[in-house]
């Protein structure tokens, strides 16, 4: 077989295949069996259809079966001599297939790109991490208090921040109104129309109010948007939030604290593990972008728009649990491929940079590291880990694993060998 590989750029290689005329003939001849075995004609029984007139009526047949067999082995070797290891599905040009022939075409592949990794140790940053402060601390502990609040009925007008039970009459302009009862939301919280909100205000219980109201324009559903409407909106109840003190009886009531002080310093380890984690994430990131501006190098484009295609479908099945359907909105992916390209060549840049690391310096994972990460996804979805791990190997997450593990060492090398400056 003869393979001619040209480089088109940086990632783009163009491989010139011919396969010789007694490998297309034995292909041939293995198409002419396929199609042999299945072939019907009148006069004879399925199989039995003579060769000579199987060469007549079933001629595309046997081409395509050909095509589909013999084009992707001759691909596959052609790439396995060039050495080549392409990112993506070939674009295949100039195929000249024809029996008694040579097979010949022209394959059109992108590769990862080769990185001359410069000094990996002792790359400077500057990085200075932020530590918790007692304000921080005690911010957190407002929101723990918020989580523990409670809304107790109160015989007075709505106001911001009260609970409100509301019954409510809404429909657009032309359609048959819809009722509601029994509706609970806070008052301000943005989670109703920002005229029924208005209406609560101020009205007392029992008290009915009628406002006109308009469809957002970012509304879910496109063929309401800016739409008007009635709603008649009655109140049931008022509720208002009462927060607990910050006491040595609130933390007691946590259930696994005696006074205020353990729970502060409870809350402040917790935001010291925090912070550690986002100040290790934030320093490895610096030493990436510092690596990255030192080995510019191109990135496949089938990577960036896999990258980009992930992420859309990341965002479309956000959506479906949110209730949406994402085919009912308005998707311009130009503009949503524009807009995501920058990060996601980043992301893909990242990632052949970390590889690359992880290979000069040989750090792999180990099998007993594999099997520590397999046994800890296993806890967490509380199935056994062998089954886990024979899921993640059929589905090929098993080998993600494995590259977001190396990964990581590529990561922890980097931050031991950095110079890290405040």
Request: aromatic share 4%; charged share 35%.
């Given at each position: 077989?003869?393979?001619?590989?040209?480089t088109?750029?940086?990632?783009?290689?163009?491989?010139?295949?011919?396969?010789?005329v007694?490998?297309?003939?034995r292909?041939?001849?293995?198409?002419?069996?396929?199609?042999?075995?299945?072939?019907?004609?009148?006069?004879?029984?399925?199989g039995?259809?003579?060769?000579?007139?199987?060469?007549?009526?079933?001629?595309?047949?046997?081409?395509?079966?050909?095509?589909?067999?013999?084009?992707?082995d001759?691909?596959?070797?052609?790439?396995?001599?060039?050495?080549?290891?392409?990112?993506?599905?070939?674009?295949?040009?100039?195929?000249?297939?024809?029996?008694?022939?040579?097979?010949?075409?022209?394959?059109?592949?992108?590769?990862?790109?080769?990185?001359?990794?410069?000094?990996?140790?002792?790359?400077?940053?500057?990085?200075?991490?932020?530590?918790?402060?007692?304000?921080?601390?005690?911010r957190?502990?407002?929101r723990?208090?918020?989580?523990?609040a409670?809304?107790?009925?109160?015989?007075?007008?709505?106001?911001e921040?009260?609970?409100?039970?509301?019954?409510?009459?809404?429909?657009?302009?032309?359609?048959?109104p819809?009722?509601?009862t029994?509706?609970?939301?806070?008052?301000?919280?943005?989670?109703?129309?920002?005229?029924?909100?208005?209406?609560?205000?101020g009205?007392?219980?029992?008290?009915?109010?009628?406002?006109?109201?308009?469809?957002?324009?970012?509304?879910?559903?496109?063929?309401?948007?800016?739409?008007?409407?009635?709603?008649?909106?009655?109140?049931v109840?008022?509720k208002?939030?009462?927060?607990?003190?910050?006491?040595?009886?609130?933390?007691?009531?946590?259930?696994?604290f005696?006074?205020?002080?353990?729970?502060?310093?409870?809350?402040?380890?917790?935001?010291?593990?925090?912070?550690?984690?986002?100040?290790?994430?934030?320093?490895?990131?610096?030493l990436?972008?510092?690596?990255?501006?030192?080995?510019?190098?191109?990135?496949?484009?089938?990577?960036?728009?896999?990258?980009?295609?992930?992420r859309?479908?990341?965002?479309?099945?956000?959506?479906?649990?949110?209730g949406?359907?994402?085919?009912?909105?308005?998707?311009?992916?130009?503009?949503i491929?524009a807009?995501?390209?920058?990060?996601?060549?980043?992301?893909?840049?990242?990632?052949?940079?970390?590889?690359?690391?992880?290979?000069?310096?040989?750090?792999?994972?180990?099998?007993?590291?594999?099997?520590?990460?397999?046994?800890?996804?296993?806890?967490?979805?509380?199935?056994p880990?062998?089954a886990?791990?024979?899921?993640?190997?059929?589905?090929?997450d098993?080998?993600?694993?494995?590259?977001?593990?190396?990964?990581?060492k590529?990561?922890?090398?980097?931050?031991?060998?950095?110079?890290?400056r405040?």
């Amino acid at each position: 077989m003869k393979v001619a590989v040209e480089t088109l750029d940086g990632c783009r290689r163009r491989l010139a295949v011919e396969a010789p005329v007694e490998v297309v003939q034995r292909a041939w001849e293995r198409a002419y069996g396929r199609v042999q075995k299945h072939a019907r004609l009148p006069g004879f029984r399925r199989g039995h259809v003579p060769r000579a007139l199987v060469k007549l009526h079933f001629a595309d047949d046997v081409r395509r079966e050909v095509a589909e067999h013999l084009i992707p082995d001759v691909y596959r070797q052609a790439i396995a001599e060039a050495g080549l290891d392409p990112v993506d599905e070939p674009d295949l040009q100039e195929v000249r297939l024809e029996e008694g022939a040579p097979l010949s075409f022209v394959a059109v592949v992108e590769v990862k790109p080769t990185i001359a990794l410069g000094e990996l140790k002792g790359v400077e940053v500057q990085h200075a991490p932020r530590p918790v402060t007692d304000e921080e601390v005690e911010r957190a502990l407002e929101r723990l208090r918020e989580q523990h609040a409670e809304y107790r009925d109160v015989d007075r007008p709505a106001a911001e921040g009260d609970l409100v039970i509301v019954d409510y009459t809404a429909g657009l302009d032309g359609e048959t109104p819809r009722t509601r009862t029994g509706q609970a939301f806070v008052v301000g919280d943005g989670t109703v129309m920002p005229e029924v909100d208005a209406a609560v205000r101020g009205a007392a219980r029992g008290e009915e109010r009628e406002v006109r109201f308009t469809v957002p324009t970012d509304h879910p559903h496109e063929e309401v948007r800016g739409r008007t409407g009635t709603a008649r909106v009655r109140l049931v109840e008022v509720k208002e939030k009462v927060l607990p003190a910050l006491d040595d009886e609130f933390a007691r009531s946590l259930g696994q604290f005696d006074t205020l002080e353990a729970v502060r310093a409870e809350v402040r380890r917790q935001l010291e593990t925090a912070r550690a984690r986002e100040e290790r994430q934030a320093l490895e990131e610096k030493l990436v972008d510092a690596l990255l501006a030192r080995h510019p190098f191109e990135v496949p484009e089938a990577l960036v728009l896999r990258q980009i295609a992930h992420r859309v479908e990341h965002a479309r099945e956000s959506m479906r649990r949110q209730g949406l359907d994402p085919d009912r909105l308005p998707w311009d992916y130009d503009k949503i491929v524009a807009e995501l390209r920058p990060s996601a060549e980043r992301a893909v840049r990242r990632a052949l940079l970390l590889e690359a690391v992880a290979e000069r310096e040989g750090l792999e994972p180990t099998e007993a590291e594999l099997e520590a990460e397999v046994a800890r996804i296993a806890e967490a979805s509380q199935r056994p880990a062998p089954a886990i791990r024979r899921m993640m190997e059929k589905s090929g997450d098993l080998g993600a694993l494995r590259r977001r593990l190396r990964e990581r060492k590529a990561l922890e090398f980097l931050v031991e060998h950095a110079v890290v400056r405040a």
